[in-house]
């Protein structure tokens, strides 16, 4: 068994984002602070995301569609599809991925 604290966990930049990831064998969660007006770039990658919003708000865009998540609503983005998100105040989110992000991992080595 594994057990962690999020806000305590190592973390990296992503700009201004502070990502701390959690992983097990095959799913990962992973805390991310956002302040006010910062962007998570469009992107995309093969693991499916579930995003939750714990406080705050966030603008997101998956492929056409865009929509505001506040606290306690999840997001669901398939993989391999295009998707951002912009945040409309401070917010505190966790985006759950399978498989793991092991480039998220390398980048606290």
Partial sequence: MKKAVLENLRSFSMG???MRP?????LMIVRAELPAGSVAPRHSHPHEQMTI????RV???LGDETTIAGPGEVVHIPGGVEHGAVALEDAVIADVFHPVREDFLEKLA
């Fill in 53 to 56: 919003v714990f406080s705050g």
């Fill in 59 to 61: 603008e997101m865009s």
């Fill in 22 to 26: 959690f992983a097990g064998d095959k």
């Fill in 16 to 18: 201004p984002i502070t």
